[in-house]
């Protein structure tokens, strides 16, 4: 039996410049946060829609951590 000590995915409240959707991939994943931001900015370059898109998106999907 295994026992999962991966953190809940969150809206990150330390680590965050807008809402925090970047922190809380880098504290879930165990991932540094510059590589979900370099990596929204990148689907941000053709046109836009498709970083801000998924930002957006998993801004309204991913939860905010509790205080």
């Known amino acids: 039996m295994t026992i999962n000590t991966r953190p809940a995915l969150r809206r990150s409240r330390r680590n965050r410049i807008l809402a925090g959707v970047c922190g809380g991939l ?3 994943f165990g ?3 510059f590589w979900f ?15 801000l898109g998924l930002y957006l ?3 309204l999907i991913i ?3 509790e205080q």
Request: hydrophobic content about 60%; cysteine-free.
């Open 26 to 28: 880098s504290e879930f």
């Open 31 to 33: 991932l540094s946060a």
């Open 37 to 51: 931001r370099l990596a929204f900015f990148i689907a941000f370059l053709p046109g836009g829609v498709p970083g």
């Open 57 to 59: 998106l998993a801004w």
């Open 63 to 65: 939860p905010k951590a």
